[in-house]
């Protein structure tokens, strides 16, 4: 029975019901789906990193030769009387317990036709090259760092000095610009070259 006067709810049609929401679904779900392909996308197409130390091949012949391979000018080997570190395997030197090898090198070789050369150090006995991929050497991490981003032609496009804990981030940062081939890492207190740290694309 029905009161005079009383509220009575509205009706709503059952299909237009179903159609307002079931747009509104299907436009969740695309919104959704988007998200979720540009994600998987992204992490198929992650920008990782390798860094690269110094040839192997010219590491065996300055030892053999006790010759700069790239200037002919002579190696000098001494006990190491700092950290170094060694360009091959990218550790630091035991001070007073290893020898090294003092030589010319040119880091743009192979990059730039301008040349470059400068001093730097490796251990006088074989040692194994660094090799690892997506890893910064843990030997290198606490040293005094400058990353220096080069694009084409040796313009420096970007400079980082990072704090230990923010080397990742600091390589993350020069590689997101888009005309960067490669960075150096240089020793902030000497200015010498230390190894190379290129894009390495991996497929997730």
């Known amino acids: 029975m029905e009161l005079p006067g009383a509220w009575k709810p509205k009706r709503t049609s059952t ?3 179903k159609a307002s929401c079931g747009v509104y679904e299907v436009r ?3 919104s959704l789906s988007a998200v979720m392909l540009l994600a998987s996308l992204e992490e198929e197409q992650m920008t990782g990193f390798r860094t690269v130390p110094v040839d192997p091949a ?3 012949q300055v030892r053999s030769t006790l010759k700069s391979p790239q200037y ?3 190696a000098h080997v001494e006990p190491a009387a700092g950290y170094g570190p060694c360009r091959a395997c990218l550790k630091q030197f035991r001070v007073g317990q290893e020898e090294r090898i003092l030589f010319t090198y040119n880091p743009f070789a192979g990059l730039d036709a301008y040349p470059s050369p400068g001093p730097i ?3 006088a006995d074989a040692c194994e090259s660094f090799s690892q991929v997506e ?5 290198l991490r606490n040293l005094p ?3 220096e981003a080069y694009g084409d032609d040796r313009q420096i496009l970007g400079r980082e000095r990072p704090n230990a804990d923010q080397i990742e981030a600091a390589i993350q940062r020069c590689f997101e610009i888009s005309a960067v081939r490669y960075i150096h890492v240089r020793n902030t207190e000497a200015g010498c070259f ?3 740290v290129e894009r390495h694309e991996q497929v997730l």
């Not at 890893?135 to 030997?139: G, L, Q, Y």
Request: with cysteine.
């Open 15 to 17: 299909s237009n019901l």
């Open 28 to 30: 969740r779900l695309s």
């Open 58 to 60: 010219i590491c065996d």
């Open 72 to 74: 002919g000018h002579p």
């Open 121 to 123: 150090f490796i251990h």
């Open 135 to 139: 890893k910064f050497p843990d030997e």
């Open 145 to 147: 760092l400058t990353l």
């Open 194 to 196: 230390i190894a190379r």
